[in-house]
């Protein structure tokens, strides 16, 4: 990634509070998976972009958590009158090839058609996903569990390249 954006607890406040909005419906209504479908949408397509090192993909991941710092530390230090600019300890995913690229335009793709599609509760909750994902996935934590995302993402554009280039089949 060309420019990672350090979390700081403000970011990841604001990131756990959207979290919590989308977490609480779901767990005081039925616990039915699919009233967390939009919000991991969201988070999947975040994460696909977070395995990019670059391009509009890759800078609009490394940006989020400037904004969820700056959001979060404002409200932290307006609600608490504690300070939470403290940083946290980075990660991010790598290994991202070119086949796995075009693993993730097309997931991403398929993101925004299904916001466009969405009504504007669920609009909401994939923009949320997304804001989560990107902000968590600056964390060392959450980009360590999902360290093998890259190189799934490689796999599966290569074997897409083998199924076009006729590979096996004849």
Request: charged letters at 10%; aromatic letters at 6%.
């Amino acid at each position: 990634m060309t420019a990672t954006s350090t979390l700081t607890l403000g970011g990841l406040l604001a990131a756990l509070i959207i979290l919590t909005c989308n977490l609480y419906p779901w767990w005081t209504g039925g616990r039915e998976f699919k009233m967390l479908a939009s919000f991991g949408k969201g988070f999947g397509g975040a994460a696909c972009a977070a395995a990019c090192p670059g391009g509009i993909l890759g800078w609009a991941h490394s940006r989020t958590g400037g904004v969820g710092n700056s959001a979060g530390e404002a409200a932290g230090q307006g609600l608490t009158g504690a300070r939470v600019g403290q940083g946290l300890t980075t990660g991010q995913l790598t290994g991202l090839t070119a086949t796995g690229a075009v693993v993730v335009v097309i997931a991403v793709t398929l993101v925004v058609l299904a916001y466009k599609a969405a009504g504007k509760k669920e609009k909401r909750r994939i923009i949320g996903g997304a804001f989560v994902g990107a902000v968590l996935l600056l964390t060392a934590g959450v980009a360590g569990a999902l360290s093998f995302l890259p190189a799934a993402l490689n796999g599966v554009g290569d074997g897409i390249v083998s199924v076009v280039q006729g590979a096996g089949l004849l």
